[in-house]
Nanobody, 115 residues
Framework: QVQLVESGGGLVQPGGSLRLSCGAS????????MSWFRQAPGKQRELVAQ???????TYADSVKGRFTIARDNAKMTLYLQMNSLKPEDTAVYYC?????????WGQGTQVTVSS
């Protein structure tokens, strides 16, 4: 059974930082493209950042230069370092694993940026 478990969310002031983690089990982690998505209230879920099995990274324009995605295949863990956070970054952040027709989601972790 595949499980993706996010952690590290919380309340942070504008300009602050958070580091999200996503621990994976039940899959051959190194084969999967891993992504972070987010969904704000009343909005569609959107891609934040992706890292392929070959460690190629892509970012949404809104987070370029502020967020960094990384993976540790030995620990089967995905990370998202978020710096210079803005109120518009407030959302539930989801971890995603993708391999061909296999797609898995975590349960999400809330990030709230507010003073």
């Amino acid at each position: 059974q595949v499980q993706l478990v996010e952690s590290g969310g919380g309340l942070v002031q504008p300009g602050g930082s958070l580091r999200l983690s996503c621990g994976a089990s039940g899959l051959i982690f190194r084969f999967y493209a891993m992504s972070w998505f987010r969904q704000a209230p009343g909005k569609q879920r959107e891609l934040v950042a992706q890292i392929t099995s070959g460690f190629t990274t892509t970012y949404a324009d809104s987070v370029k230069g502020r967020f960094t995605i990384a993976r540790d295949n030995a620990k089967m863990t995905l990370y998202l370092q978020m710096n210079s956070l803005k109120p518009e970054d407030t959302a539930v952040y989801y971890c995603n694993a993708d391999l061909s027709q296999l797609h898995y989601w975590g349960q999400g972790t809330q990030v709230t940026v507010s003073s």
